[in-house]
């Protein structure tokens, strides 16, 4: 069974910086592709920032420049790391995973979301 546990979430003053991780732990061959997602209140939940098999990546344009994606394979963990954050990227953040499974099909997962809020 997979699992996927976020942290990183919080507080932080405009201008500030967060790095969210998601980690995946369980049976499964590899992850396949990723990406972040945001929901504000009151709002649609938006893609953020996604990485594809290959490593093409892509964002939003709210946070290009801002945000950076990344991945560390030894530890099965992708990031999102956010630099000069705005009260505007106020909102919970989900990480999506897609696995290659021990099956060798593809499985769709999804973090259970951390807060990041960005207020003075």
């Known amino acids: 069974q997979v699992q996927l546990v976020e942290s990183g979430g919080g507080l932080v003053q405009p201008g500030g910086s967060l790095r969210l991780s998601c980690a995946a732990s369980?049976?499964?061959?590899?992850?396949?592709?990723m990406a972040w997602y945001r929901q504000a209140p009151g709002k649609q939940c938006e893609l953020v920032a996604a990485?594809?098999?290959?490593?093409?990546?892509n964002y939003s344009d709210s946070v290009k420049g801002r945000f950076t994606i990344s991945r560390d394979n030894a530890k099965n963990t992708v990031y999102l790391q956010m630099n000069s954050l705005k009260p505007e990227d106020t909102a919970v953040y989900y990480c999506n995973l897609e696995l290659l499974e021990m099956t060798m099909r593809l499985g769709n997962y999804w973090g259970q979301g951390t807060q990041v809020t960005v207020s003075s």
């Open positions: 990485m594809f098999e290959g490593g093409m990546t």
């Open positions: 369980g049976s499964f061959f590899r992850i396949n592709a």
